[in-house]
């Protein structure tokens, strides 16, 4: 039998990791534990990386794993150390789930994910990434901009005051979040209209599971994009009701672009396993917004919710990305088309 350690933030009741959806770890636990897998538990704690990290190592190949299902994606105080995680995990030699170090990094910086996706011809908001005030230059920027941390994820830093609806309102609001991510912020141009989230399978090339659609004109009482409050707040208005929609009738040419152009950029950043990208629609030109190289697959999720919708259960796709921590295309290939004769109950 085949030992999977499942990696993952540690989640308690006063002290929960946002980023990781809470319960991923226990629904992906159950669906390996059902399709046979032994399965072990490896809960991260900041204490872990303050230590030598050869006893992370150890630690790691003590347990003596086929696999490693990798669910962690940094802290709420350090999203770098999702990236510094995959590095021990590639040092070990045991094969992982999901991205490689160089793409997790890459996703996290924003600012070297628009220098890459650009050189690739792949469009994304006009901006400017500053440090300082020193480097606030509008360069012609149109308003409405929005602000968003450069090293963050999950929508960390993402909160009503980063919409800059005219030029008056960066003076009040720039210094602050300056302050607040001193890595530096991301000053781009805002998309309006609806939001795309594309989840895709698979390493390249790629299936895509389906498009989910934010329709903000449909909630004009809320911003018309998604704060962090509006993810991970449960207990919060705008996440009972901005639900991306399956249902959306999306234009044939514009669900092919949409298609090409997110697996274009998941190649471009190298993206493998699985992942996702956000992007929004302005005058017939898509642009992509972020990349998402660990997304929730938690059973509910919205990256599984498309899954479900063509076809695949939930503990079919969990052992599907086991099995693209390391196989022939032609065992991927076979694993696909076992994957498509699954109904989702």
């Not at 449909?218 to 994009?225: A, C, G, T, V």
Request: charged share 30%.
């Amino acid at each position: 039998m085949k030992k999977i350690l499942i990696a993952a933030n540690r989640t308690e009741k006063t002290k929960r990791y946002v980023a990781n959806a809470p319960g991923c770890d226990i629904s992906v636990r159950r669906a390996l534990l059902k399709k046979g897998f032994s399965v072990d538990m490896l809960y991260l704690e900041k204490r872990d990386f303050g230590a030598p990290l050869y006893k992370l190592k150890k630690k790691i190949l003590d347990a003596n794993p086929s696999c490693i299902f990798n669910l962690f994606d940094g802290f709420r105080s350090d999203s770098s150390k999702e990236a510094e995680f995959a590095e021990i995990l590639e040092m070990t030699g045991i094969p992982f789930t999901g991205n490689s170090p160089w793409t997790l990094a890459a996703c996290l910086d924003k600012e070297t994910t628009k220098r890459i996706l650009e050189k690739r011809g792949i469009a994304t908001p006009r901006g400017v990434f500053i440090k300082s005030l020193a480097d606030l230059r509008m360069d012609g920027l149109n308003f409405p901009l929005f602000i968003k941390p450069c090293f963050e994820d999950a929508s960390i830093g993402i909160n009503p005051d980063v919409f800059l609806a005219k030029e008056n309102d960066i003076h009040g609001i720039v210094p602050r979040k300056l302050k607040e991510f001193p890595k530096g912020l991301i000053i781009e141009e805002f998309i309006p209209g609806k939001e795309y989230h594309a989840g895709f399978l698979r390493n390249f090339p790629y299936e895509m599971l389906g498009i989910s659609v934010n329709n903000y004109s449909k909630h004009k009482d809320f911003l018309p994009f998604l704060t962090y409050s509006s993810k991970w707040k449960s207990d919060s208005e705008e996440f009972r009701k901005l639900i991306p929609s399956l249902d959306e009738n999306i234009p044939a040419h514009l669900k092919y672009k949409i298609a090409e152009i997110s697996s274009k950029a998941g190649e471009a950043l190298g993206c493998r396993g699985y992942y996702r990208v956000d992007l929004r629609e302005r005058d017939g030109q898509i642009f992509v917004l972020d990349m998402n190289p660990n997304p929730d697959i938690s059973i509910y999720s919205g990256f599984m919710r498309q899954a479900y919708r063509i076809g695949y259960a939930y503990d079919d796709v969990i052992a599907r990305i086991v099995a693209l921590a390391g196989v022939s295309a032609k065992e991927e290939e076979e694993g696909v088309c076992a994957l498509r004769t699954k109904k989702h109950a």
